[in-house]
């Protein structure tokens, strides 16, 4: 089992940056690989990116490439997401997941993923 806590949202200008952090407990986080979703009000959770167990391959939605890096740290039990050149259209709730099977680092889908944080919140303003 892994225990996920998401950090480091908040409210920044269009144009501006934020990192997002997710803190994993326990010594099973190497073991799994790593993704961020986000969720707007009223619409479905939607991929944002993903990461190898071992961070050497990643990968993006296309509405966030060139803007938002993918890291983890697997020393510290930790995942990151650099977000910069934030849009308005970027606002909603951001998850870190894990996932134990590592076949496949290109599933978008929800139901890839087998332990979910709580969310945090990122608002950018026009």
């Known amino acids: 089992q892994v225990h996920l806590v998401e950090s480091g949202g908040g409210l920044v200008q269009a144009g501006g940056s934020l990192k997002l952090s997710c803190a994993a407990s326990?010594?099973?986080?190497?073991?799994?690989?790593m993704g961020w979703f986000r969720q707007a009000p009223g619409k479905e959770r939607e991929f944002v990116a993903a990461?190898?167990?071992?961070?050497?391959?990643?990968y993006y939605a296309d509405s966030v490439k060139g803007r938002f890096t993918i890291s983890r740290d697997n020393a510290k039990n930790t995942g990151n997401l650099q977000m910069n050149s934030l849009k308005p259209e970027d606002t909603a709730v951001y998850y870190c997941?894990?996932?134990?099977?590592?076949?496949?680092?290109?599933?978008?889908?929800?139901?890839?993923?087998?332990?979910w944080g709580q969310g945090t919140q990122v608002t950018v303003s026009s």
């Open positions: 997941a894990a996932a134990a099977d590592l076949r496949v680092l290109t599933s978008r889908r929800v139901g890839e993923y087998d332990y």
């Open positions: 326990g010594r099973t986080f190497n073991n799994y690989k």
């Open positions: 990461i190898s167990r071992t961070g050497g391959n990643t």
